[in-house]
């Protein structure tokens, strides 16, 4: 696998550099990283985990999960991780579709229910015994699998291969410049591609890569003042944390010289003078990650949105009509990417994975859903997805799930999510409508966010419920989701005063003393909160506000005034 061998010769070309570093005051050097990843690959294979196994890593977002990957690599097996944040229930479904050979944990109770094999990472990491020297496992092996959601209800593990990882890391190293002298951040979530970007394409080249903290990772403020001191070079940047960096007064940057966003469209352009070039970056999960770029940064035409951009030299694109026949540019199409990156496809899943896996002109592509056009310049613009999928937060989410979910409350008879979109088209909540059992009305609605609270991760329960009579349907007898998206319109309510979004502050963060002038995210808020204020500010204060506004406007003086100048 080139990546492991890039890994081992950064490990004899400097094995006293700094490789990773965490929060929790972890710091390793390659000889380290190359020490514990082999120990823990030897451990690994003497529990019987062989190539092509699913190795379950539940753990925290520190520098062992990452040492854990990259001994299940050694071992020739594939590395599966899933975020701890997300309820007990949904971790446990996740394990069951994965079903691994090998789930590493500190969690016990979930060791006890997950109904494989359980290990605490440190008896891999304190194992004895050299790593397995050639494992077997072939470039068609899996290397890791994620999940995302599903469109009719369980999430999808999504499998990519070891050559498709090799040459997605090697082209990214190249196009970002990675080097040993960059210093790298890790700030994504485990189970989020974006986590591939950040890590490997890095420690292939021998840089150092430096984990942040939760809270440091959770606001505009908090994580300019974490890259700075930090001497962060190269980093990802949600958009929604980048907009309101970009709205920052003279954010000092320190030697940050390149941020990369995506995950969800880019809606503003850095400011004249902004220190850091940005670069934008559009890919699914199922071509590993980023597979089209954009320097937003150099773009010259900023009466559009951002742009994507272009393919990496591997990525071959093509805007194609429903029937699968190329468009001509500038006509609106579906993406469809193929090239070595390409993934395997759906675990378990083989007539999803023969839907969205097409061969075209004689190549194996992946149907992204997306509608695009191409520009003059031959970059691409992103339009608007084909089906009902949306991005939230950076994540995917498809309605689906929810409202597979939702159908399991016992007072619940029909569902139906709708996600509204701010002036760029993107996601900023998702809303629930449903029909009741008779004898249940709007008293359930507390008790059916607290239900979904229990089986889906923050970003996938609804910020808002609303009763309907019956769900709207069109001439085809599907639910109407624009009807729905009307059906909420209402009356703004009053723009509500500084002291009562205090209260709301206090209540989500559950601390008490806090005035107007109290930053959310100084007080240990982060996105899932934002997501639960805007809830509390439905609920208590009858009005809709976006977890957006939160970041831009993040103490209740600055709300209240915005909110202020939308009811005049």
Known sequence: MDLLDAVAHQVRRAPDAVALTDHLGTRLTYAELDSRARTAAGALAARGVRPGDRVGLVLPRAADLFVLELAVLLAGACFTPLDLAQPPERLRLLLGRAAPALLVTEDEELARAGGVPAVRPGALLAGRGPAPRDPGAGPHDPAYCLFTSGSTGPPVGTLISRSAMDTYVAAYARLVGASPRERGAQIGSPGFDVTIDELWPFLGAGASVHIASDSDRSSPRALVDWLRAHRITQTYVPPLLLEAIFRLDAADLGELRLIRTGGERLAAYPPPGFPSRVLNE???????AGAVFCDVSAWPDR??????????????????DREGRPVVPGTPGELYLGGPTVGIGYLGDEARTARKFVRVDGERCFRTGDLVRELPSGD???????????????????PGEVESAAATHPAVRRAAVVAPTDGAGRADRLVCFVEWHPGHADADAARLRAHLAGLLPDHLVPAETHTVDRLPTTPAGKVDRRALLRLRSAPAAPAPTPQALVEVWERVLGVTGLGVDSDFFLHGGDSARAVTAVTEVGLRLGLRIAARDVFVHPTPAELAKRLAEDTR
């Open 303 to 320: 009466g559009i949105l951002p742009p994507i951009g272009t393919p990496l030299p591997h990525i071959r694109a093509s805007v194609r």
């Open 380 to 398: 691409l613009e992103f339009l608007r997805r084909l089906d009902d999928q949306v991005q939230l937060f950076g994540k995917r989410v498809e």
């Open 282 to 288: 559009y890919g699914p999960t199922e071509t590993v």
